[in-house]
């Protein structure tokens, strides 16, 4: 309870300092350590009446402290090389000032998304600055050490430090390119979680939950974006279908075979009712494509009722409008679904020259399965086998080994 | 995604190098593991092995334990140490390990570390 009220305030808090006195890299550090102090008073004093306020000037009086032994260390340096004249250390105002209401978080979001950081910094700082998650929280989602994620935050503020990027919203003209940034980072973070099974693994599956929470923070700052509700309608479709993917055991449950039951009805009504609105008003992105296509799926009260050749003209648009060799694989199988699996294998074909994909365990598995579909089992065994060597993931190995031995079974 | 670099070495390799061979592979070792976990992609510190003949096999057969010493086969290369990275891409790992200077003077070898989460088909 507590923890969700810090979360929520942790970037407009920070938004407020980065805002009146600069310095990112030290204000990040320093909203850290007012949430910190109030994970630990709040839960035994109480809740302050103005929660932001509190956590505004507790913040406000680390960073301020730490400019000052900055300073100081700074005079001493100079003193020491030049003798040069000091410079007077400017007061901050006073914190009580800070007016309420005011909310950089969108700017925070640019600001952790900005292109001149790696794509696994980004994530990390986006979780911290934004997410208000502490470093060995996003380090235990990862499963990497804290130092590691501790480094790629500060490479991350060095960084934005070194390149004078200024903590305002992207210039209109490209406003929409960085949006489709941030977008990006939100939507990794999301499949990082949801591709985690259970087990050890469970710490990471709360990354879902948490690219949810930040794309629902989007979508309250930007209602009118059609690809900002497409991301949140795509996340909540795709997560509605959680219990129901694994196993106890971890393994893995096609889409075909899950039990339906299990499926979480709220996020897909909620999913659908994002999804339609936003088709309906903005222009076509590929998000809200993806999320329509989700939605057919989850809306399938069995996996005989499934629309398919609706599935097939959104994955045309998609084709269309964002060609990529992930989107022609799956468009295969929506061909193979409704014309046949021979003309979805025709589909496959070219992509065998695609480098990005050739050696990917993905094509050799849709191959397999359209392989399966025609009949021809020695060939759907063999590709099968070929995928299961081709992938890092062990529940995908597990299950295509399965689907590999059932024919080898079967064919007796 | 995670990745573990193998280094693999002809027993007494490193003993065979002449003292500049030596000092240069040190500092450009130091060089090479500041970079990278500064940039956040190599986890941890590693782990250099000791000499397999230092080592011990087992094989637990039937609920019985056989342990051997070694191995102290004459194999003309061995895994003399190993390191996790973290990055985007098998190519982006080889990029890495390509500055190892373990590579220049030996071999390592990049293999993907499995998922236990997958996505279903």
Not at chain 1, 14 to 20: H, N
Not at chain 1, 200 to 208: A, I, K, V
Not at chain 1, 315 to 338: F, G, Q
Not at chain 2, 29 to 54: H, M, Q
Request: proline fraction near 6%.
């Amino acid at each position: 309870m507590v923890e969700d009220l810090l979360r929520q305030f942790a970037p407009q808090v920070l938004g407020s300092l980065v805002r009146r006195y600069g310095h990112f890299d030290l204000a990040e550090d320093a909203v850290q350590e007012a949430l910190l102090a109030a994970a630990l008073q709040w839960p035994e004093q109480g809740i302050p009446e103005n929660p932001r306020g509190w956590l505004i000037t507790v913040a406000v009086r680390r960073l301020t402290d730490e400019l000052r032994s900055d300073e100081a260390r700074r005079r001493r340096e100079e003193r020491a090389a030049a003798e040069l004249p000091r410079e007077h250390v400017e007061t901050p105002p006073d914190p009580e000032q800070v007016p309420a209401g005011e909310d950089d978080t969108l700017t925070l979001f640019f600001l952790c998304a900005h292109p001149a950081l790696s794509p696994a910094s980004q994530l990390a700082l986006t979780l911290r600055a934004v997410g208000g998650l502490a470093t060995a929280e996003i380090a235990r989602a990862f499963l990497v050490p804290d130092a590691t994620i501790a480094q790629r935050i500060s490479r991350a503020k060095q960084q934005i430090k070194a390149s004078h990027i200024p903590f305002t919203l992207p210039a209109e003209s490209e406003r929409a390119e960085r949006l489709t940034v941030v977008l990006h980072v939100l939507y990794l973070i999301f499949n990082e979680g949801y591709t985690a099974s259970s087990g050890p693994d469970l710490q990471r599956g709360e990354l879902t939950s948490e690219a949810i929470r930040l794309a629902r923070e989007v979508r309250r700052l930007l209602p009118d974006d059609g690809e900002v509700a497409g991301l949140l309608a795509l996340m909540l479709l795709t997560d509605a279908r959680r219990a129901a993917r694994t196993r106890a055991d971890g393994s893995l449950v096609p889409l075909a075979e899950q039990d339906r039951e299990r499926w979480n009805g709220s996020y897909i009504e909620e999913g659908v009712a994002l999804v339609t609105d936003a088709l309906a008003r903005s222009p076509l992105g590929p998000y809200q494509l993806q999320a329509a296509i989700a939605a057919v799926h989850d809306e399938a009260a069995q996996a005989a009722d499934t629309d398919w050749p609706q599935i097939l003209v959104l994955y045309e648009l998609l084709e269309r409008i964002s060609p990529n060799p992930m989107v022609t694989l799956n468009h295969a199988v929506a061909v193979a679904m409704v014309k046949g699996p021979q003309a979805g294998l025709e589909l496959l074909g070219p992509l065998d020259d695609d480098r990005r994909l050739a050696e990917h365990h993905r094509l050799d598995a849709v191959r397999a399965h359209l392989l399966e579909m025609a009949g021809d089992r020695a060939a759907a065994r063999s590709s099968y086998r070929r995928a299961a060597r081709r992938t890092t993931s062990l529940a995908e190995r597990r299950y295509l080994e399965a689907r590999a031995n059932r024919l080898t079974s079967d064919a007796r | 995604m995670k990745y573990v670099a193998l280094v693999y070495t002809n027993p007494g390799a490193f003993e065979a190098l002449s003292q500049a061979e030596r000092d240069a592979m040190m500092s450009e070792a130091d060089v090479y593991l500041k970079e990278f976990t500064e940039s956040g992609e190599l986890l941890g510190e590693g782990f250099a092995l000791a000499d397999p003949s230092t080592g011990r096999t087992v094989r637990v057969r039937n609920g019985l334990p056989a342990v051997t010493d070694g191995p102290f086969a004459e194999a003309k290369e061995q895994l003399a140490g190993l390191y996790v990275l973290d990055a985007e891409s098998i190519e982006r790992a080889t990029e890495i390990v390509t500055r190892d200077p373990a590579a220049r003077f030996w071999a390592v070898e990049v293999r993907p570390i499995m998922d236990t989460g997958g996505a279903e088909m």
